[in-house]
């Protein structure tokens, strides 16, 4: 369907700064052909590519998204292989490098009070989940960013309609812009904020998006379909087929949390994992689109049974972390 998608804009109405970005799908209406908007994104007037190349532009990187997640079945299997590549594509670093020690910090609001600014500021890489503030907050979330990782949905709150026009590039790096943003796409009409961002960029400015490697994200899909379909057994006695007509390919999309695959991730590079505020809230609601118990399940395998965390814990050629859980 993006295939045929369109891309249209028009000037806002502050005049010749910035213009309404719209990217629209055709559908019938009762056979009356329409186009339903999609996204709409409000940007300089003057920094954007016109409609046609940035049209042009969508649809080359959507081609080149989906054909890497067409083959990612291919590679994901080979975790040494990935994590070898995860490293050096994703985090710039030299193959087999690792850290010492890795903190991962959630963004579930617990850490709230707990003090734990230190020892996550001890960590020799750390990383943040969906642009979560530390400032005010340092006693309890620490201050330092090695990279920050987020869902495309998270991009929409930063890249439009606002952070572009208040910012000389899109406001998505509150860590600063040293540190690199890591992203991973669950709905590719999502790419055309990484555009929009990148066209905005400036040398003052750069705007430092990684998107996920795409076998990393099929390893973390497995993992949290896994421990969702598990559960769903064990609570409540009906065949794993059920609980694929309940989840597989129904609205909202079922797709694990970048918390998630923040963790993973951090299982290849690091050679010790501490994890920080990954818990819920009092009063939070659980999203229909995560199964945030199961992938509980998995962090307390990973800390007391490495050895049977599906996937990773008999994997050849790698060896898991000890990891370590503060909740």
């Given at each position: 369907m993006?295939?045929?998608?369109s891309?249209s ?5 502050h005049?010749n700064?910035?213009?309404l970005?719209y990217?629209?799908l055709?559908y019938?209406?009762?056979?009356t052909s329409r186009r339903?908007?999609?996204?709409r ?5 003057d920094?954007?590519?016109?409609d046609s190349?940035?049209l042009a ?6 081609r080149s998204?989906l054909?890497?997640?067409q083959h990612?079945?291919?590679?994901y299997?080979?975790?040494?292989g990935?994590?070898?590549d995860?490293?050096g594509?994703l ?18 609001g617990i850490l709230i009070?707990s ?17 979560a503030?530390?400032?005010?907050f340092?006693p ?5 960013t ?7 949905f ?5 890249a439009?309609p ?6 000389s590039?899109?406001?998505?790096h ?6 690199p943003?890591?992203?991973y796409v ?7 904020y990484?555009l929009?961002?990148?066209a ?12 996920t490697?795409a076998r990393?994200?099929a ?5 949290a379909k896994?421990?969702s379909l ?11 087929s059920s609980w ?5 390919g ?7 949390s970048?918390?998630?695959q923040a963790v993973?991730l ?8 501490s994890m920080?505020?990954f818990g819920k809230a009092a ?6 689109v995560?199964?945030l118990?199961a ?8 800390q007391?049974?490495p050895?049977a965390?599906p996937?990773?814990g008999k ?5 898991l972390?000890?990891v370590k859980l503060y909740w």
């Open positions: 993006l295939a045929n998608a891309i804009s028009h000037p806002s109405l005049g700064i910035h213009r970005v990217l629209r055709p019938n209406d009762s056979g339903r908007t999609m996204l994104l409000r940007v300089p007037y920094k954007v590519p016109n190349s940035l532009g969508f649809r080359a990187s959507l998204f054909r890497a997640h990612r079945r291919r590679g299997k080979n975790v040494a990935l994590m070898d995860v490293a594509g985090l710039g670093l030299r193959r087999r490098r690792r850290f010492p020690t890795c903190a991962v910090v959630g963004n579930s009070g003090g734990r600014g230190t020892q996550i500021d001890a960590h020799d890489f750390i990383i943040r989940l969906n642009n503030p530390v400032a005010g340092a309890d979330v620490g201050a330092r090695s990279l920050t990782l987020t869902h495309s998270m991009l929409q709150d930063c439009a606002s952070a572009v026009v208040t910012t590039g899109c406001g998505c509150p860590y600063g812009r040293a540190v943003l890591a992203m669950s709905n590719p009409a999502h790419l055309l990484v929009v961002c990148n905005t960029a400036t040398p003052a400015a750069p705007f430092r998006l990684l998107l490697d990393l994200d390893l973390c899909a497995s993992i896994y421990y598990r559960r769903f057994v064990a609570a409540t006695g009906e065949p794993a694929t007509r309940r989840r597989d129904k609205e909202p999309y079922f797709h694990y970048s918390g998630l993973v951090a299982l290849g590079v690091c050679d010790k994992v920080f505020g009063g939070s609601k659980e999203t229909e995560h199964d118990d992938e509980y399940q998995f962090y307390g395998d990973l007391a049974r050895e965390v996937f990773l994997a050849p050629g790698f060896v972390p000890p």
